[in-house]
Nanobody, 118 residues
Framework: QVQLVESGGGLVQAGGSLRLSCAASGSIFRLNVGWYRQAPGKQRELVAGITNGGRTNYADSVKGRFTISRDIAKNTVYLQMNSLKPEDTADYYC?????????????WGQGTQVTVSS
């Protein structure tokens, strides 16, 4: 079982920056990890992901503004968010895909709230 704890959310003005952290209870070396967000009344969407090989992918809406990275030694995945817009306002969740007995088990953190004021 993997526990994920997000932190770093808060209130920021448009154009500002925040860095979210996702701390895992164990090694993230073999995990694919993603940052998702869910705005009120909307479906949860993938914002950025990083594979166990270090490859990254981003939603079109955040390309060039957000950067996902990881520190394997600290078992932590980060989401650096720059040039924030009001439409980035959402609850942000960390997800880890954990291989188990030939399948994948998904683990989620409790979320951290990001509010961008105009």
């Amino acid at each position: 079982q993997v526990q994920l704890v997000e932190s770093g959310g808060g209130l920021v003005q448009a154009g500002g920056s925040l860095r979210l952290s996702c701390a895992a209870s164990g090694s993230i070396f073999r995990l694919n990890v993603g940052w998702y967000r869910q705005a009120p009344g909307k479906q949860r969407e993938l914002v950025a992901g990083i594979t166990n090989g270090g490859r990254t992918n981003y939603a079109d809406s955040v390309k060039g503004r957000f950067t996902i990275s990881r520190d394997i030694a600290k078992n932590t995945v980060y989401l650096q968010m720059n040039s924030l817009k009001p439409e980035d306002t959402a609850d942000y969740y960390c997800n880890a895909e954990v291989p188990y007995s030939g399948s994948i088990v998904n683990y989620w953190g409790q979320g951290t709230q990001v509010t961008v004021s105009s």
